[in-house]
């Protein structure tokens, strides 16, 4: 069985439409989303109508909670005040160009998702399975995975929130990260996938990097009264 998982889109339509491109082709029996739908981006309505009109399978993030249910903030782990102060027009901005039932939509997704594949529990959360906004880097100790994976019961545990990609192995079990389809932090603007390959004999994944048109993404930022920092970021890959 093949899963693709994408996450952390945050309404970037035009990199959401060259994943699901880029998916189709290379071909999938189960397509998961790992949240974060919404912000920084010029298109949160447009990637909500997308996911839903489709029927994607979607957890909630932590900026999806923060629009669904009018929160103030997103509970990102800012590195400065500038950079706070800009996600908060960010979430103030993407409240203001989401409709009600959209905002519904949102509030309705599911903290995790769980499925059987070839024998292997697999679990899909956008933080951690503990918390929306836990952030579980690469680098971070064994320990914390372990504790996670045990807790779920998961053989594979996938997650986002990073916008770092990455697959860990930990006492023969699987954490794999999504990266980021709309707003990556990787060194590049292409966005992120994993396909990930489940067969009772064994996980493998493959990171898949999808060029698309990230400035006519940027330009559309430029566009609104969002902070025009954002479109820098999608042009270089930062985040």
Known sequence: MRLAVFT??????QALHAVLADIETRGADILWCGGDLVGYGANPGDVIETVQQRGIPTVMGNYDDAIGFFRIVCGCDYPDEAAM???LRSVHWTKQHTTDRQKAYLRSL???LYREIEGHRVVLTH???ASLTEYLFAHKD?????KHLEATGA???ICGHTHKPYHKLIGGKHVINAGSAGKPKHGNPKATYVLIDITADGVTSEVVEVPYDY???ARAIEATDLPHEFAALLREGKG
């Open 8 to 13: 952390d889109v945050h309404g970037n339509i």
């Open 85 to 87: 102060n800009r996600g």
């Open 110 to 112: 599911p903290y995790r």
């Open 127 to 129: 933080g951690s399975p």
């Open 142 to 146: 064994d320990s914390v995975f372990a």
């Open 155 to 157: 053989d594979v545990l």
């Open 215 to 217: 400035e006519s993404a």
